[in-house]
């Protein structure tokens, strides 16, 4: 049974950065693609980007040159470095894999 755990959201001032991390249990974590996905108050799920086992990424519009993602094979984790934060950003980021999610980490940015 797999298993998504995320860490790193918090509070931060427009313009900041987090780095959020989900660590992944369960399965061979090397040949999935996993994704990072975003749901704010109101709105529905959004996929903020996704890296494929071959390490090709794709991202969102909404986030495309802030926002990188990677992964690390050795560790069962993938990575979402968020750079130069806008209040829109607020959300609730989950840690996908298939048909397994994460419990979310919650992102606020606001001055």
């Known amino acids: 049974q797999v298993q998504l755990v995320e860490s790193g959201g918090g509070l931060v001032q427009p313009g900041g950065s987090l780095r959020l991390s989900c660590v992944v249990s369960g399965g061979t974590f090397s040949i999935y693609a996993m994704g990072w996905y975003r749901q704010a108050p109101g709105k529905q799920r959004e996929l903020v980007a996704r890296i494929f086992s071959g390490g090709t990424t794709t991202y969102g519009d909404s986030v495309k040159g802030r926002f990188t993602i990677s992964r690390d094979n050795a560790k069962n984790t993938v990575y979402l470095q968020m750079n130069s934060l806008k209040p829109e950003d607020t959300a609730v980021y989950y840690c996908?894999?298939?048909?397994?999610w994460g419990q979310g980490t919650q992102v606020t940015v606001s001055s």
């Open positions: 996908n894999r298939n048909a397994a």
